[in-house]
């Protein structure tokens, strides 16, 4: 029963902030890197941020650069991301995601990641 469940989600104008958060079930997270990935109506997916299985390196889209930051605990088993300074063009299902390695690639690929959740919906509007 390998789970992720992402929550936290909602409705923020823009400007706001939002701290979701992907709490795992049925494995730890200590030997994988975790994933942040949304998906926009109409649009592909896209990775958003990545953090290795030490915490000590992480990786950004170029678009939530200065805004978002991952981090993760690993006493509870859970990653989160922090969403600041939020614009309309954030508005996704975000889902978080494990490859099967403790490292994260440039480029946050979707191809990488084997064990998704399910999403939680974030809309930024007025």
């Known amino acids: 029963q390998l789970q992720l469940v992402e929550s936290g989600g909602g409705l923020v104008q823009p400007g706001g902030s939002l701290r979701l958060s992907c709490a795992a079930s049925?494995?730890?997270?200590?030997?994988?890197?975790i994933g942040w990935f949304r998906q926009a109506p109409g649009k592909e997916r896209e990775g958003v941020a990545c953090?290795?299985?030490?915490?000590?390196?992480?990786n950004y889209a170029d678009s939530v650069k200065g805004r978002f930051t991952i981090s993760r605990d690993n006493a509870k088993n859970t990653v989160a991301l922090q969403m600041n300074s939020l614009k309309p063009e954030d508005t996704a299902v975000y889902y978080c995601?494990?490859?099967?390695?403790?490292?994260?690639?440039?480029?946050?690929?979707?191809?990488?990641?084997?064990?998704w959740g399910q999403g939680t919906q974030v809309t930024v509007s007025s």
């Open positions: 049925g494995f730890t997270l200590d030997y994988r890197a």
């Open positions: 995601a494990v490859p099967p390695s403790p490292f994260c690639t440039a480029g946050i690929r979707v191809a990488d990641f084997r064990l």
């Open positions: 953090i290795s299985s030490s915490g000590g390196s992480t």
